[in-house]
């Protein structure tokens, strides 16, 4: 037995939330919840994931890896642009491969 979905034709042309293919510049707003990103921090780039949202303030909340083995949130508008490295999405603009975080790696 096999399940079958049936869509109507005007959802084929919309794009899946979280879909990064669409041709519209994706925002923080449009990655889905638990999706791994890079993000410019002040002094180097770190990495991210999208930990929640807060649609009443139109906010992302991401929890951001530290060089410690710490995390900690950041709060950052719904609207901020992302760029594609491939298929990594990087929010901040710089070259962020030389610049990223080594993290602890003792165990």
Request: net charge positive.
């Amino acid at each position: 037995m096999s399940a079958t979905l049936e869509r109507s034709p005007d959802a084929a042309d919309a794009a899946a939330p979280g879909d990064l293919s669409a041709s519209a510049p994706p925002t923080l707003g449009s990655l889905p919840l638990g999706a791994r990103l890079v993000l410019r921090c002040r002094k180097d780039w770190r990495a991210a994931a999208v930990a929640g949202f807060e649609p009443d303030l139109a906010r992302v909340v991401l929890s951001v890896a530290s060089p410690s083995g710490h995390t900690y949130r950041l709060r950052r508008p719904a609207d901020s642009p992302l760029t594609l490295d491939g298929l990594i999405p990087v929010l901040g603009e710089g070259h962020w491969r030389p610049g990223l975080v080594r993290y602890d790696f003792r165990w």
